[in-house]
């Protein structure tokens, strides 16, 4: 396959929605498809072999809709799903066709942000459970302290905008002190899960002002654009028309709805089936 074509952005939800966002405002330049299983979400308690499969499909789907790279914008299927298809699956799809998470350029990032070395990771049961984090970080920063702290009920607060709601801010508060109890030394927090950031003003109000509240989207944004900067031929395999394109396996008008207070601008989708 050698005619261009977007950049494919997959998540389970509208999480994913974060990531290209910092994508669009570093890389305005290029085209976008971004696909959301609206319908199957979320994934972050599924099995390993389910994540495995919804992932697999939406890679799948994405590549037979003319993208030439994937990034999966999903802290669960890149830590369930990922390394899996990289070196099962894409042999038989394309020589040139590249598909890349979000966990990697994180932990190659994450602990130099930290002064006492000490890092809490907050995410899905399925990325914690995982310890994808724990495994990647002692590659790159094998000294720092890593504690992990999951947060099931935070996806689904957020997909049905209930995250400021009274319950809903207690929930989110049990669950960072819990964090921070475990390790009071931690000064850099990570949020493992790209829904997270929808979250970031309510954290930073019940956060101590030494501690950094960080997520993906700017760090993975950084990342990919050294990577096209570095891998000349995929990069030009992509196109550059500044649009993006929305679809989602859910009623579409729920998915606008949802996807407009992530992204703060007016969305079009077209409902799909993997």
């Known amino acids: 396959m050698n005619s261009s074509g977007p950049i494919g952005v997959f998540d389970s939800g509208y999480g994913g929605l974060t990531i290209l966002s910092e994508f669009q405002a570093l890389l305005p330049e290029y085209d976008y498809l971004y696909l959301g299983d609206n319908a199957r979400a979320p994934y972050g308690n599924r099995s390993y072999d389910v994540v495995y499969d919804f992932t697999l499909e939406a890679i ?130 990570l949020l493992a899960c790209t829904h997270y950031p929808i979250i970031v003003p309510y954290l930073k109000e019940i956060t101590e002002s030494h501690i950094k509240i960080v997520s993906q989207g700017p760090i993975v944004a950084a990342k990919l654009k050294d990577y096209l900067q570095r891998h000349t031929s995929l990069r030009g395999q992509i196109s550059k028309g500044g649009k993006c394109q929305f679809m989602t396996t859910e009623n579409p008008q729920v998915f606008n709805q949802s996807a407009e207070s992530f992204m703060s601008i007016k969305v079009s989708a077209e409902q799909v089936r993997l």
């Open 60 to 189: 799948k789907f994405l590549w037979e809709k003319g993208c030439r790279m994937v990034i999966v914008a999903c802290n669960t299927s890149s830590a369930k799903a990922l390394r899996t298809i990289q070196q099962r699956d894409l042999k038989n799809m394309d020589s040139d066709f590249r598909v890349l998470g979000v966990i990697r350029p994180t932990t190659e990032t994450i602990g130099s942000m930290s002064e006492t070395q000490h890092v809490g990771v907050l995410g899905t049961e399925g990325t914690v459970n995982s310890n994808s984090y724990g495994i990647e970080l002692k590659k790159f920063s094998p000294e720092i302290v890593l504690t992990q702290q999951s947060c099931p009920m935070w996806v689904p607060l957020i997909e049905s905008n209930k995250h400021l709601s009274v319950s809903g801010k207690a929930i989110i508060k049990e669950d960072f002190e819990l964090l921070i109890s475990k390790d009071p030394l931690i000064d850099t927090v």
